[in-house]
């Protein structure tokens, strides 16, 4: 490699150079990586499956190194998708490197492959529902990856090369490719026990436990479910029984922005130089979604204390407050992040259902046919229509936030899910560190990195930095 000048030209020029079969690695800058592999196509090369295409950093760290270094994920040269033409796509290529980890991927709300995604995320939710956690988060994966790519899969070629895909994903894939439709999928969508979980479960307050001990005594509606005598329902599950068609209908964009400034309103007025910050999947630029999760944070550290008590109570006396759940903090110090990937944060917080003026909204939201999206998929139960009011039921969950940490729970609370799961994956993984809501600590070093931003955070690990909107993951 180090001897073969030439090689090294491509940093400039890639046109120009031509090479023989014995050259194994390539290193590039500024390039993007369908150039390079229509550059190597012209070459006519017999050894393509075996290059390794690499970006300047690789080079750099052996010099440093004084020989070859091993190849890391980062030094691969990666998709470049505002370059990328569906007539322009390889069946197989040794240059298209996509991460596995959706923290190295960027994927907007353009899902060019929403046939498959869909089926994906249906199979991916029932292995959850029977905690199949292995299943679970191989299907959950390739749907992620299948959400970023900015092609539309046409033929099982186009998987060639790309990670997280396994048997059972490909199974799925080629007989929608066939088909238009997976067998797996319509079955499950006509099975009892799914569709009363998926009913039972998008009850507020109602977990997997609660749905499998309805369906065990027999019931299959919640009409069936509201009328049985020798059930005792929780403050929670009463309150997303009597809301249910409000909190089951999508939350619009306009009626977020519209909580937010009540919220904001009310916090202000509580303490001045607080901040309150939408996140959640409306800051990564969806219009709709199925509730309004706001950060909390004071620019004054210790200044927060008690100010989620006092807004609730704002509501209250308003006339707003419908359901309120707190949960206190329960980090006393501060204590290594945890390894689980899904486990919950230690901030305050509460889940509240909150009244919203419809006058208060942008738009006519008894006439939006958004709004009037129903949040669950087949199997869900019509609800009877209700008399005309002037109000809507939104969910809401407010978390107070300590300034140090802010960043960290930004990052965290934005979402999606799969981004985070991947961030966190890769932080340990990857770099020996290890993250959660509350920061970011080197194991190596023994120590916490400090970040106030979620750009410095991205740095700490070394990532591009990734917009919200890229994070739909």
């Known amino acids: 490699m180090f001897q073969k000048p030439g090689v090294l030209e491509i940093l400039s020029r890639p046109g120009s150079i031509c090479f023989s079969d014995s050259v194994t690695h390539i290193v590039t800058e500024n390039n993007s990586w369908i150039e390079i592999w229509n550059w190597i196509q012209n070459q006519k090369l017999s050894n393509t499956d075996k290059l390794k295409v690499l970006d300047i950093s690789w080079f750099t760290d052996s010099m440093g190194a004084g020989k070859p270094v091993d190849i890391e994920e980062r030094h691969k040269l990666q998709v470049q998708k505002d370059c990328l033409l569906q007539s322009e796509l390889p069946s197989a290529s040794p240059v298209a490197t996509i991460s596995q980890y959706a923290c190295k991927r960027k994927s907007t709300l353009d899902n060019r492959n929403k046939i498959f995604t ?8 029932n292995y959850e529902f029977n905690e199949n956690d292995g299943a679970f988060v191989a299907f959950s994966r390739a749907t992620s990856l299948l959400k970023s790519l900015p092609y539309t899969i046409s ?56 749905a499998d ?46 909580m937010v400034q009540i919220i904001e ?17 409306f800051r990564r630029g969806k219009e709709i979604g199925h509730d ?66 419809k006058t208060l909204v942008n738009r006519d939201l008894s006439t939006s046919s958004v ?30 936030v300590p300034a140090q940490q802010f960043a960290y729970a930004l ?34 070093k023994k120590a916490f990195l400090e970040a106030k931003t979620e750009e410095e955070i991205f740095a700490h690990l070394d990532l591009e930095y990734i917009e919200p909107w890229e994070r739909n993951a």
Not at 216 to 241: I, P
Not at 266 to 278: A, F, G, Q
Request: with cysteine; glycine share 6%.
């Open 118 to 125: 869909d089926a994906l995320d249906i199979l991916a939710e």
């Open 155 to 210: 033929r099982m070629k186009n998987l060639e090369g790309l990670p997280c895909f396994g048997d059972q994903t490909r199974v799925i894939i080629e007989e929608i490719l066939e088909d238009g439709v997976c067998s797996k999928v319509e079955s499950l969508l006509c099975d009892e026990r799914y569709k009363a979980r998926k009913l039972f479960t998008s009850v507020f307050g109602v977990g997997l436990k609660t």
């Open 213 to 258: 001990k309805w369906y065990q005594q027999g019931f299959r509606t919640l009409e069936e479910v509201k009328a049985a005598k020798d059930l005792k329902f929780t403050k929670m599950q009463k309150a997303g029984f009597l809301y249910y068609e409000d909190i089951n209908n999508a939350v619009t964009k306009a009626e977020a922005d519209a």
């Open 265 to 281: 309103n009310i916090v202000h007025e509580c303490t001045p130089d607080s901040s309150v910050t939408l996140t959640g999947g």
């Open 292 to 357: 309004v999760d706001l950060l909390i944070s004071c620019l004054e550290e210790g200044k927060e204390e008690g100010l989620l008590r006092k807004t609730v109570s704002k509501l209250d006396s308003q006339g707003l407050l419908l359901y309120c759940d707190f949960v206190e903090a329960t980090l006393e110090k501060r204590r290594l992040p945890s390894k689980k990937y899904d486990v919950m944060d230690h901030f305050q917080k509460c889940f509240l259902i909150l009244k919203l003026n």
């Open 371 to 400: 709004s009037a999206q129903r949040l669950t998929h087949k199997g869900a139960e019509p609800e009877e229509k209700t008399t005309i009011k002037g109000w809507k039921a939104i969910r809401v969950d407010l978390v107070t």
């Open 411 to 444: 990052l965290g609370w934005t979402g999606s899910r799969q981004f985070e799961r991947d961030l966190r994956r890769y932080t340990h993984h990857e770099k020996n560190m290890l993250l959660d809501n509350h920061g970011l600590y080197d194991k190596n």
